[in-house]
């Protein structure tokens, strides 16, 4: 069975041989695209969490089957830049496994809601487990991260009023 999808702002099809084959599957055996992880295939860890549609998911509990002219977007397309640099400024990275799924969910999390607080932020990672950081320094990040895109929203009409007033100078 062939499915279609758009992966990280990308066609892709895959060639998908069960019907209960899983999007995690398809996306690190089939597509080669690892940067999913795979840590519990049970929907108990949140390692392997992509948008789907632009909802969190485990990818581990959704068939493929079901993607068909589906939006996916894994680690990949799904985070700004200040997530990623904030997790390793704030030391919220180590073995790395948790991290694909934990940056997914607080791109989705900083989409909804520019400066969550702790218990906020607390309630939307809580279906992400970290075995190795402890929870204050992905916590941190994310405040991090908050404030950096909150500086960089701030920065932008600025820049392209300059930029305007450039442009009419003769
Ligand atoms: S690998 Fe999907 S929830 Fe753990
Ligand atoms: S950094 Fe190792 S599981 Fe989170």
Request: some cysteine.
């Amino acid at each position: 069975m062939k499915v279609e999808m758009r992966i990280d702002g990308e066609a892709a099809v895959a060639d998908v041989d069960r019907p209960g084959e899983s999007l995690l599957s398809t996306l690190r055996d089939r597509l080669g695209l690892y940067g999913t992880k795979n840590a519990c295939e049970q929907g108990e860890c949140g390692s392997c969490t992509v948008l789907l549609d632009g909802d969190p998911v485990c990818s581990c509990l959704v068939a493929t089957a079901q993607c068909e002219g589906r939006e996916v977007k894994t680690v990949v397309g799904a985070v700004p830049r200040p997530v990623r640099d904030a997790f390793i400024a704030c030391g919220a990275v180590q073995c790395g496994f948790c991290t694909p799924g934990l940056l997914v969910s607080v791109a989705d999390l900083l989409a909804r809601e520019g400066d969550p607080r702790d218990p906020v932020i607390r309630e939307a990672l809580a279906g992400n487990l970290c075995r190795c950081t402890g929870y204050e320094k992905i916590i941190d990040a994310v405040h991090a991260a908050a404030e950096a895109m909150a500086d960089e929203a701030h920065r932008a009409p600025a820049r392209s009023r300059a930029a305007g007033s450039t442009e009419e100078t003769p």
